[in-house]
């Protein structure tokens, strides 16, 4: 966690754990508020938006557990984790899910003239995400942005990103890839709220559609992305075995 962050050192002790993993138990409206505090304050924050794959993942890779652990939020974004908190009667307080939290964001860095870099996906698709969110926040800043093709090792990506001086970073290579990315290169950053987006610039460039509302209330999104995306199916393999960890956990 990050030494310039006490209030969050504080604020993390409020947490749920699930196989490994220490989610913050808050709510969306709460988590906004802290999160603005500390953009306006220049501070840095990791936010990994957890669900039960990167648990999952996690639970294998010691490496990318350690790097999990290192964030300061980890936010229930999956509907499965927040079913898990219930079966380990431990309840989280809602769901977060990432792409909404990633709107709030943008309203704040609109709201209080702060910037954003965009980080990942083709460059195409983040060229037209970039044009979208600036038609939806006209009085946002764009500090600039970057596909997302690029050795991981790159460290010039890095500073071009650092360079740029923007207030909110968000990474869109995918997990574990940019939870990894984030958690490498942060020492390099003197501020930013960093927070890994995954497929959203696809959805803010128009190139993928979200879960309508009905799916999205039933927590059946999931179900959503993979008959808008069959080739998922192998990443859904890891929902069965979360499901056994966790009554495994409890029982």
């Known amino acids: 966690m990050n030494k310039d962050c006490k ?3 504080k604020l993390m002790k409020k947490t749920v754990e699930i196989l490994g993993i220490s989610f913050f138990h808050t709510t969306r409206e709460e988590l906004k508020d802290i999160i603005l505090q500390r953009a306006v304050r220049g501070e840095k924050c990791f936010i990994v938006t957890g669900n039960p794959e990167i ?7 010691p490496e990318y557990l350690h790097v999990i652990r290192s964030a300061d939020y980890v936010i229930p974004d999956g509907s499965g984790i927040i079913l ?10 809602e769901r977060i899910a990432g792409f909404d939290f990633m709107g709030d964001m943008l309203r704040i860095a609109a709201e ?19 044009a979208n969110i600036r038609k939806q926040y006209p009085n946002i800043r764009i500090a600039g942005f970057h596909h997302g093709y690029f050795d991981l090792r790159d460290e010039e990506v890095a500073r071009l990103v650092v360079a740029a001086s923007p207030d909110f970073i968000f990474v869109a290579l995918g997990f574990p890839k940019q939870e990894i990315w984030i958690h490498h290169y942060l020492p390099m950053f003197e501020k930013g709220v960093f927070m890994g987006v995954g497929g959203s610039f ?10 309508p509302e009905f799916w999205r209330r039933l927590n059946l999104e999931w179900l959503y992305r993979l008959i808008q995306q069959p080739s998922r199916w192998r990443r859904m393999l890891a929902l069965p075995e979360f499901v056994l960890a966790v009554l495994k956990e409890r029982f």
Request: net charge positive; no cysteine.
């Open 7 to 9: 209030e969050g050192k």
């Open 84 to 93: 898990a908190s219930k079966i380990l009667k431990r309840p989280l307080a």
């Open 112 to 130: 209080r003239s702060l910037s954003v870099y965009l980080l990942g996906a083709e460059d195409a698709v983040v060229k037209t995400a970039a």
């Open 202 to 211: 696809d959805v803010l460039a128009g190139k993928a559609k979200r879960a």
């Open 55 to 61: 648990v999952m993942h996690a639970k294998k890779n």
